[in-house]
């Protein structure tokens, strides 16, 4: 099954960029999601086909993909935006979804 | 206003059976494909099974096969999960969750979860 990898942490200063990588085999051939899932909470989509926004999601979040890595980042981070961040893609070989592993986003 | 309600979980045995339902509102159950998610405790969400619209089309994560069954009955929206012969390892929150009309894999609504512990 195709593996999609995430740094388990990542930590940014109020105001400043947040850049969460998602690593795989030529995933820039692959169409990418991300989630934010807060504790508690079920996951919510932010960013989805690599860069476009849900309704409703601010325009600080966006997301790349080119070659073996897929990037979610979020401008000017709040306090609110600490959660964990999931990508995700379909595999049109094994037809699976597969998850990365998860991201923690500590806002210093 | 859209909403997934999940239900059925609970505690079982290794062995055992559990049937999940989620049931849906706020839009037109039967044009959308769904998915099941899971997660367990303190770990990350794990694709479990997808559904197409009629549910003529299923397909299940390694994991689960030949032991979940994904179900829908378009006429009551409700989606359902079948798990049997279940492992301590099964044990987790169980999402559903909709396929977005505008992308191919995206889920852009969810339950709440229910959650499903196996053990002895």
């Known amino acids: 099954s195709y593996v999609l990898t995430q740094p388990p942490s990542v930590s940014v200063a109020p105001g400043q960029t947040a850049r969460i990588t998602c690593g795989g085999n030529?995933?820039?051939?692959?169409?990418v999601h991300w989630y934010q899932q807060k504790p508690g909470q079920a996951p919510v989509l932010v960013v989805y086909?690599?860069?476009d926004r849900p309704s409703g999601i601010p325009e600080r979040f966006s997301g790349s993909n080119s070659g073996n890595t897929a990037t979610l980042s979020i401008r000017r981070v709040e306090a609110g935006d600490e959660a964990d961040y999931y990508c995700?893609?379909?595999?049109?070989?094994?037809?699976?979804?597969?998850f990365g592993g998860g991201t923690k986003l500590t806002v210093l | 206003e859209v909403q997934l309600v999940e239900s059925g979980g609970g505690l079982d045995q290794p062995g055992g059976s559990l049937r999940l339902s989620c049931e849906v509102s706020g839009f037109t159950f039967r044009s959308y494909w769904m998915h099941w998610v899971r997660q367990a405790p303190g770990k990350g969400l794990v694709w479990v099974s997808r559904i197409n619209t009629d549910g003529s089309y299923t397909n299940y994560a390694d994991s689960v096969k030949g032991r979940f069954t994904i179900s829908r009955d378009n006429a009551k929206n409700t989606l359902y999960l079948q798990m049997n012969s279940l492992r301590a390892e099964d044990t987790a929150v169980y999402y559903c969750a909709r396929e977005a009309d505008y992308s191919t894999s995206a889920t852009d609504y969810w339950g709440q979860g229910t959650l499903v512990t196996v053990s002895s």
């Open positions: 995700q893609v379909w595999d049109s070989s094994s037809e699976h979804v597969a």
């Open positions: 086909d690599d860069s």
């Open positions: 030529n995933v820039g051939t692959k169409v």
